[in-house]
């Protein structure tokens, strides 16, 4: 089965339409998160369970605490993601920019809990308390999986074309290696403390003078 990961205000009626579609060519049970939205437990089964996470990509998808549960559930279960990105239509509107999703997702262990102290939270309660790991994990995932263009307002030729592209991602896709924790962060970490070590030379270069 697969499981589909999206924002409801963002693509409600997108990630419905794909449920729809999908279940009827792949033949098998498609679940849509917004299906069981009240146990966040549930819904991280369900996501074991499945063979495949279809994320619906647009702006506030990794926003969502919720969504960044199940994200996290899936690499760690070894269930691979695919991503579906809205070309047209209402989801459009909230278009999803991947510079800056990579930007994000490298720095989440800091920019979660300033912007949304109540997600960082919920990713606690739910076995993501370390939020370096989170952000180590979503960083080395998201901006390196397959991605196939979705436009719902596109002609019936179109769409049974993106249906065949997306079924064919929904096979090849393979869950991701990890670098290691250790070296991404030393990595990470790195440009800042180059940005800090030339500050300091420029600062002990201006008091020679």
């Not at 990713?123 to 308390?129: I, S, V």
Request: net charge negative; proline share 5%.
């Amino acid at each position: 089965s697969a499981f589909i990961s999206h924002a409801k205000g963002d693509a409600a009626m997108e990630a419905r339409y794909l449920q729809t579609k999908l279940e009827e060519r792949l033949s098998r049970p498609v679940f849509l998160d917004s299906d069981d939205l009240q146990d966040l437990r549930e819904l991280q089964t369900h996501v074991r369970e499945s063979s495949v996470m279809i994320i619906l990509q647009t702006r506030s998808v990794l926003l969502r605490p919720f969504c960044l549960v199940e994200i996290l559930t899936a690499i760690d279960a070894g269930v691979p993601l695919v991503g579906v990105f809205c070309a047209a239509g209402k989801a459009a509107d909230y278009d999803y920019d991947f510079d800056s999703v990579a930007d994000y997702l490298s720095t989440l262990d800091t920019v979660l809990p300033r912007d949304n102290p109540s997600a960082a939270r919920l990713l606690r309660q739910h076995g993501y308390g370390d939020l370096r790991q989170a952000a180590w994990k979503l960083a080395n995932t998201i901006p390196k999986i397959i991605s196939v263009n979705f436009n719902p307002a596109a002609s019936r030729n179109i769409l049974a074309a993106t249906f065949f592209d997306l079924g064919e991602a929904l096979q090849r896709a393979k869950a991701l290696q990890l670098p290691p924790f250790d070296e991404w962060i030393a990595q990470r970490e790195a440009p800042r403390c180059s940005q800090a070590e030339a500050g300091g030379s420029s600062g002990d270069g201006s008091g020679d003078g």
